[in-house]
């Protein structure tokens, strides 16, 4: 059971935008900023977004991420086959002083 | 873009240490931090710890004290051993840098292939 809850999975058709969620408390998202991580399977992880919605450079415009009190979304427009994978939330909190991970949630594009 | 490459024994009996070695090129491991990730079969992500180059460092309190790093900054390279394993650290483990950037954010922005660790008899 992870400290910071995802959807196990989420759909939608090519061209399509969907949203993946991440709940937290106050002693993470609450306190600190939210990342996102692309996993392609058999693949490493690959950063998306950083401090809640900064996007690093090479990370396509379609990815977008927000954060409101204890909770984050990741969006993803104009779905593509290729954005099939799975995706992470991670925060550090205060109180565990450890790094955390959602979940994860799988997005197959139909 | 720095690059990490990790490298260790792929099979490990229970009871024993597991040792890894994570080598990065492109930059220097000084002034950054740098972290193990583990991912168990079909599992989400587990952050294992971090260290910084001067060699203090943090973990997951989960492994109970079992784990400890180490940083070579004369060979570019960080380590991993985590003592006592059993059948439930095995993963695939993945060294990252958690970079900390100019505005006080820090993520994992450069992530190892990963190596498969299987603890087994």
């Known amino acids: 059971q992870s400290v910071l809850t995802q959807p196990p999975s989420v759909s939608g058709a090519p061209r399509q935008r969907v949203t993946i969620s991440c709940s937290g408390s106050?002693?993470?998202?609450?306190?600190?900023?939210v990342s996102w991580y692309q996993q392609v399977p058999g693949k490493a992880p690959k950063l998306l977004i950083f401090?809640?919605?900064q996007r690093p450079s090479g990370v396509s415009d379609r990815f977008s991420g927000s954060k409101f009190g204890t909770s984050a979304s990741l969006a993803i427009s104009g779905l593509q086959a290729e954005d099939e994978a799975d995706y992470y939330c991670?925060?550090?909190?205060?109180?565990?002083?450890?790094?955390?991970f959602g979940g994860g949630t799988k997005l197959t594009v139909l | 873009q720095v690059q990490l490459q990790g490298s260790g024994p792929g099979l490990v009996k229970p009871s024993e240490t597991l040792s890894l070695t994570c080598t990065v090129s492109?930059?220097?491991?000084?002034?950054?931090?740098w972290s193990w990730i583990r991912q168990s079969p079909g599992k989400g992500l587990e952050w294992v710890g971090y260290?910084?180059?001067?060699?203090?460092?943090k973990f997951n309190p989960s492994l109970k004290s079992r784990a400890t790093m180490s940083a070579d900054t004369s060979k570019n390279q960080f380590s991993l051993r985590l003592r006592t394993v059993t059948a439930a650290d095995t993963a695939i483990y993945y060294c990252?840098?958690?970079?900390?950037?100019?505005?006080?954010?820090?993520?994992?922005?450069?992530w190892g292939q990963g190596t498969l660790v299987t603890v087994s008899s």
């Open positions: 990252a840098r958690r970079l900390y950037d100019s505005r006080g954010h820090y993520y994992f922005d450069s």
């Open positions: 492109g930059g220097s491991i000084s002034g950054n931090y």
């Open positions: 260290i910084y180059d001067t060699g203090s460092s």
């Open positions: 106050t002693s993470n998202i609450g306190d600190n900023g």
């Open positions: 401090h809640d919605g």
């Open positions: 991670e925060a550090w909190d205060d109180s565990l002083k450890s790094v955390i």
